[in-house]
């Protein structure tokens, strides 16, 4: 059967799953899957590495089912999540390595021509499970196919003290950018500061920034890849994270992704940007202190800005498999397998919420519900914007994100070495360089 | 019969072809150099000639790429993050340098002498450059955190200061906190290296300057100094490549922040090329290195091997 018999068949699936499928329902069964892997396939499968080991054990677990259902032989390696980049791009470039990289952001963007086409993955598990969010689809498809198929985000909320909040005089976490600053500035006031990284930390500080950024409406680049981040609305950021810097504890400009961990369990940081695993490492503890620490704490999205939607930027994770493999089926099926429902719902409850799920139907896991403070990780690719927004995913915003240009920018405003006009005009300069070519 | 008979007369013509070859010095010598040229060409030569032919390319990672001449040198040029980052390899290279080379000298000369224990303390000199640079560069990091500085922490409670020392955060303290780190673990390479140096003079130079009167500065200077230039030469050289070429201790450190401020050549070559994606324009700069590294070879060869000057004549 082509492709394109297969995906008539599936769209007509759709209609009918789609009507089957009301909230925090999973349509029966839509699509069909056809494929078959070679035979005596191998693969190499690299992953991020795991920060919760019940994670991977799962992981590995489901992997290890796979093999014995499909007699694909699976060796299955992990990387440090920053590591993997470079590590993706030799393979990309050398053509040879491992046959399926589970990577992050717009790594497979760089490389589109060298990637094996998914499309058929993508459209079965969309039409399965009722469609994929909006930005995982940007971040899975080049044109009109799917390159990469998203396996969530490792979603960043905020993390913050309740005790902290309540004894700056708020009840409930401010929900909009106004509301943010006041808190922080209160909660300077009381010795209990936020603080936000501001070093080349790849995760936490491009989060927070691009956040920043976006509530305020300014961007990068435009829908035509135009640089158009020396705008009014990039100076109202930048005039706003000064603000905000003034209330950080000393020392954000050289943090990198670990140094929040560490200050929060501390009991240093009362607000920061972070993964669920801050929470989970106090929660598991034998540190009295830091148990205390997790009780004491909850989650919270990002808060809104001026453009008044939500403008996060979270660290999408996405699946890759090269056309240098020799077993391109057996790497699709292998992805088939760990994304269907019933293997990710598990996985996703060993990660304990460390994983936010690409597909709305993944939200009715009880995981997500089992404590509230894991709620808020639910929904981040709801709420997240790509990292190339509003251009292109591709070369020039892997190489402005890498070059950490939005990032530098607020820190050069927040730390006063120029001013956020200054900072600005300097940003475009170093994007353009990326953007024209 | 004759088909036999002319095999052996080609296999005494191959064998005696064979034996002149082999009793040839010429043949021999191209032979036993092949290994060796070989393994240059191949670890050395083509890495260096594919890196220069990169850095004139546009290639992306994972792309052909194509030839444009010296556009991505001209796009660096107006880089303010690239002058930035030669600023700093310089600043970086130079001052961590010449405190390797003093500090180095210093504990050389200290080590040359007889000390109770000498054999232990020269280990001990040994350790830093013993210790793998990326656990020196983690231990750094700790030291220097903006909450958990072990330095900030003993200040504190000697009452010498109020808050923590941001390190990392400022920053000329970026900049002067990665210099010490390079200086720790590179300061046994010269001491271990001018020790070997100052053990190879004759002490009966130095008895002669004693009979002559010679203080001991005079010996040092006329004595000590000229004897070891070309070692000094040598371990320069090494000293400053290394130094000029160092990635491991910022990339482990502060990632070339905070605001670029401690970004080298190297680092910010891997930070465009690798984790941006822009091959041609990481190798330009890598490309942009070799100016300032043949600079440094040849001051460290010509400026410290002069061998009149080692000769106690004037240049």
């Known amino acids: 059967m082509s492709d394109f018999d297969r995906r008539s068949v599936l769209k007509a699936g759709l209609g009918g799953a789609a009507l089957l499928a009301g ?11 056809t494929n078959v892997p070679e035979p005596n396939a191998s693969i190499r499968v690299l992953r991020w590495k795991q920060f919760i080991q019940a994670e991977f054990d799962k992981f590995a677990e489901q992997t290890k089912k796979f093999s014995e259902k499909t007699g694909v032989k699976v060796k299955l390696e992990a990387e440090s999540w920053e590591d993997i980049r470079p590590k993706a791009a030799v393979a990309a470039n050398v053509g040879a390595g491992p046959d399926l990289i589970i990577g992050t952001l717009d790594d497979p963007h760089k490389f589109p021509e060298k990637l094996i086409d998914m499309t058929d993955v993508a459209d079965y598990l969309g039409a399965q499970y009722g469609g994929w969010y909006p930005v995982a689809e940007k971040y899975g498809k080049k044109g009109k196919s799917w390159i990469a198929i998203p396996q969530g985000a490792t979603g960043g909320c905020l993390n913050y003290r309740v005790s902290h909040m309540k004894a700056a005089g708020f009840e409930q976490f401010p929900k909009d950018t106004a509301g943010f600053l006041k808190l922080c500035q209160a909660l300077k006031k009381n010795n209990t500061p936020a603080g936000f990284a501001l070093g080349h930390a790849t995760g936490d500080a491009n989060g927070w920034c691009q956040w920043a950024l976006w509530s305020h409406g300014g961007k990068v680049v435009n829908e035509k890849n135009e640089v158009v981040i020396d705008s009014p609305e990039t100076i109202a950021a930048l005039e706003y994270v000064k603000q905000l810097y003034e209330t950080f504890i000393p020392g954000v400009l050289s943090w990198n992704d670990s140094n929040n961990n560490k200050a929060f369990l501390n009991g240093e940081l009362s607000l920061t940007l972070n993964g669920i695993s801050i929470w989970t490492v106090g929660k598991n503890s ?3 202190k830091q148990q205390e620490i997790a009780k004491d704490m909850d989650h919270a999205p990002m808060p809104i800005g001026p453009v008044g939607v939500p403008t996060e930027q979270q660290n999408v994770l996405v699946a890759y498999g090269y056309k240098h493999s020799k077993y391109p089926k057996a790497v699709k099926e292998y992805i088939k397998f760990m994304w269907d429902k019933e293997n990710y719902d598990a996985w996703e409850v060993a990660s304990n919420g460390y994983v ?3 597909l709305p139907a993944y939200n009715d896991n009880p995981v997500w519900t089992s404590d509230p403070k894991i709620t808020p990780y639910r929904d981040c690719l709801k709420r997240c914007r790509d990292n190339g927004f509003a251009g292109d995913l591709g070369y020039a915003s892997a190489a402005v994100m890498g070059d950490f240009v939005v990032v530098d920018m607020f820190a050069e405003a927040a730390s006063g070495s120029a ?5 600005a005009a300097r940003a475009a300069e170093r994007a353009k360089r990326y953007y024209q070519v | 019969m004759a088909v036999m008979a002319e095999s052996v007369a080609a296999q005494v013509k191959r064998s005696s ?18 290994p060796a040229i070989a393994i240059l060409i191949l670890f050395l030569a083509y890495p260096l000639a594919l890196g220069f032919w990169l850095g004139l390319t546009d290639t992306k990672i994972g792309g ?10 001209v796009s660096l040029a107006k880089d303010s993050v690239f002058w930035l980052s030669v600023f700093n390899t310089i600043f ?7 405190v390797k080379f003093a500090v180095g000298l210093y504990l050389a000369l200290l080590l040359n002498e007889r000390l109770p224990f000498k054999s232990m303390i020269r280990a001990i000199v040994l350790l830093p450059f013993v210790v793998p640079t990326v656990l020196s560069a983690i231990a750094f990091w700790w030291i220097y955190d903006s909450q958990f500085s072990i330095i900030s922490w003993v200040l504190i409670k000697a009452g010498l200061i109020t808050r923590y020392i941001d390190f990392l955060g400022d920053p000329w303290n970026a900049r002067w906190s990665v210099v010490a780190a390079n200086i720790w673990r590179g300061v046994p390479f010269v001491a271990i290296t001018l020790l070997a140096g100052l053990q190879t003079i004759s002490p009966s130079l130095y008895e002669a300057a004693n009979l002559d009167g010679a203080t001991n500065l005079q010996r040092f200077r006329h004595i000590t100094l000229p004897m070891l230039s070309p070692i000094i030469a040598v371990v320069m050289t090494f000293s400053v490549l290394m130094t000029f070429t160092d990635f491991q201790l910022i990339y482990t450190i ?7 401020s401690t970004h080298l050549m190297a680092t910010l070559s891997f930070q465009r090329a690798i984790t941006g994606g822009n091959l041609g324009e990481g190798a330009a700069i890598s490309n942009a290195m070799i100016p300032f590294l043949v600079a440094a070879i040849l001051l460290s060869f010509f400026g410290l091997q002069r061998s009149r000057w080692q000769q106690g004549g004037r240049d």
């Open chain 1, 356 to 358: 936010s799920p690409p």
């Open chain 2, 92 to 98: 970086y290279t130079v001052t961590a340098s010449v």
């Open chain 2, 64 to 73: 052909a790429g194509r030839y444009i001449g010296f556009q991505n040198f």
């Open chain 1, 419 to 423: 001013t956020p006009k200054q900072a």
């Open chain 1, 23 to 33: 909230p925090g329902i999973v349509p029966v069964r839509a699509a069909g899957w």
């Open chain 2, 254 to 260: 502060t990632r070339g922040g905070p605001i670029n």
């Open chain 2, 17 to 34: 072809l064979w034996t002149r070859a082999f009793e040839s010095r010429n043949f021999l010598g191209a032979m036993f150099m092949v």
């Open chain 1, 286 to 288: 034998t540190d009295p």
